[in-house]
């Protein structure tokens, strides 16, 4: 069974500082993904990372996969309480057709 | 609105009840997911459709069931509901090899 180890499970934060949320897991995964969940709504797709090493950057966001494709991390730069949410990586890979293994979520809170 | 159209999006029905949870994708997209997200569970995998065949099981239970019909929509029956079974269903279609997209999800209550 793969698993997904998200931490910290909640941050609250003052406006204008950096974080960093890390996803782990003992298993590779061929991509991992980073979501943003609003309440009421369902999670929306940040990035895909598929290449072990691989970063990506979305504006103040940047998004790492480890070398070894079992672990990767989100970093937000002068955080804004526009970020506000709740984020999740989630993993694919081998045979599971697709479907996704979810970290239990990290809920970030950026004050005034 | 993100192209997956969920319905109903509260239901609250009765312990031993059962319901339907209705899924329609994005057009063109025949891959259908269903995930639970609970609390303490987090978003947890159901079952995966794949036009019209199911591809994939996850931590289903087996007083649920589901399928996807010609036109693509899938449903997610639950039946003899439990307090347990109260949580957050979304389903997901998926273009391509890594696009996800979520619908809003059913908020299901059982009292």
């Known amino acids: 069974t793969q698993l997904l180890e998200q931490s910290p499970q909640f941050l609250s934060i003052q406006e204008g500082e950096n974080l960093t949320v890390y996803c782990n897991s003992s298993s590779v995964f061929s991509s991992l993904q980073w979501y943003r969940q609003e309440p009421g709504e369902g999670p929306v797709l940040l990035v895909t990372?598929?290449?072990?090493?691989e970063v990506k950057k979305l504006k103040r966001l940047t998004f790492q996969f480890g070398d070894a494709r079992k672990d990767s991390s989100l970093h937000i730069t002068a955080a804004q309480p526009g970020d506000t949410g709740l984020y999740l990586c989630?993993?694919?890979?081998?045979?599971?057709?697709?479907?996704?293994?979810f970290g239990q979520g990290t809920i970030l809170t950026v004050h005034p | 609105d993100s192209g997956v159209t969920q319905t109903p999006k509260h239901l609250i029905t009765a312990t031993g009840q059962r319901v339907t949870l209705r899924c329609s994708p994005r057009?063109?997209?025949?891959?259908v997911y269903w995930y639970q997200q609970s609390l303490d569970q987090g978003l947890q995998f159901l079952i995966q459709y794949y036009n019209g065949e199911e591809r994939a099981k996850g931590n289903i239970l087996e007083r649920f069931s589901a399928q996807q019909f010609p036109d693509l929509h899938s449903e997610l029956n639950l039946s003899s509901l439990e307090l347990g079974d109260s949580a957050l269903y979304f389903c997901a279609s998926r273009q391509g090899t890594y696009g996800y997209t979520f619908g809003s999800g059913t908020r299901l209550t059982v009292v």
């Open positions: 989630a993993g694919s890979g081998g045979t599971s057709y697709g479907k996704l293994t």
């Open positions: 057009s063109g997209d025949l891959s």
């Open positions: 990372v598929v290449t072990g090493g």
